[in-house]
């Protein structure tokens, strides 16, 4: 079992990840991700799916044209959890490293 955080810890864990924001609503947090072309859209989405199996965590991934967007909740806790931060955190590792 993982410990849901609260709206406020949400907020500070996401302040020093480019980009990403929380919906206090529907509870996840999402960025989104521009490319030069599908191509590289499509091989960023290939990476946060091999980093998602290694974190047994799985995000929501929609891509549109050269934009990707990724959103996160841990769904058995209804809300953002440690998971999502650190999974927010590889991702912003892939694309900043």
Same mark, same amino acid.
């Given at each position: 079992m993982v410990d849901l955080l609260s709206d406020e810890n949400v907020e =500070?864990?996401? =302040?020093?990840l480019d980009g990403w924001n929380y919906n206090d609503v529907y509870r996840q947090i999402h960025k989104e991700f521009m490319?030069?072309?599908f191509e590289s859209a499509t091989t960023?989405?290939?990476?946060v799916a091999s980093l998602?199996?290694?974190l047994s965590h799985y995000p929501e991934i929609h891509v549109k044209e050269s934009n990707v967007t990724i959103t996160?909740?841990?769904t058995d806790e209804n809300g953002v959890t440690e998971k999502d931060i650190a999974l927010a955190e590889s991702i912003e590792?892939?694309?900043t490293g």
């Open positions: =500070k864990s996401l =302040k020093g490319f030069n072309s960023f989405v290939q990476h998602a199996s290694e996160s909740t841990t590792i892939l694309v």
